[in-house]
């Protein structure tokens, strides 16, 4: 158990007196963030988030030719930032390297580093029957426009199953709170897919096998933010604003994680 559940469980909770912090967004214009003066430290919480596979593997191939790490490593460090901005200050951004399969690699490092909170990164593809060629700039990719939104994900094989749970369903409400919504394909019972959906009116994903939420010692969520080889939706989580939504949401999610732990 982490230094952070084991204070929840000993610390006497005095109750938690609320202030803002401001942070200007990619639009120059302010955000506002609530943080915990006591009951719950920020600050003392460490939060890991992990960029979505590497600069050698790098994931999903997008309508227009982009690999998912570089969606991923925008998106996780506009999070991080934000994050640390809101006054979780131990919040690490995780990268690695490499063309290995190195899920396990990445639960253990977290584990090393006892993190309190797992997020992992990750935009979306969908499964090759629905791919359809198209050019653009003179080459040739594969697209689908069939499906967009997010997707949150979580293992009932992670030691913290409950803590996992209430943090993805958070985190899926106050995305829809940001105007998002999320894709209901992942529970297409077809192969490759067919996942159960916990959730129906938030889009909260049970995938108990993903190494990365299994094997982590910490509440853990996978987010895919949004399925890149839609053509719209890949200019939508390109924007400055999009990743703004992502992160705020992120944020508010947190804020109740820790308040609820405290």
Known sequence: MSSFYTCAVLCVVLGAELYSVAQPNAAGEEKTYTKMASGCDPSKMRVVVDVGHTPEAGGALSARGVYEYEFNLRLATQVKNDLVAAGFASTYLMRTKGTKRNLEQRADRANKMRADLFISIHHDSVQDMYLRPWK??????????????????????????????????DLAAELKTQGLSFTAHHAEKIAGESREMIEPDLGVYRYDDLVVLK?????????????????????????????DRIAQAIVAATSKFCKRSS
């Open 136 to 169: 653009y700039k003179g080459h040739s990719y594969l697209y689908s426009d069939k499906f967009k939104g997010y997707s949150v994900f979580v293992s009932y094989a992670n030691a913290h199953v409950e803590e996992s749970r209430h943090f993805a369903v």
């Open 215 to 243: 094997r982590t010692n910490s509440p853990a969520v996978l987010l895919e933010a949004g399925v890149i080889v839609n053509r719209d939706e890949e200019l939508a989580v390109a924007a400055p604003e999009f990743r």
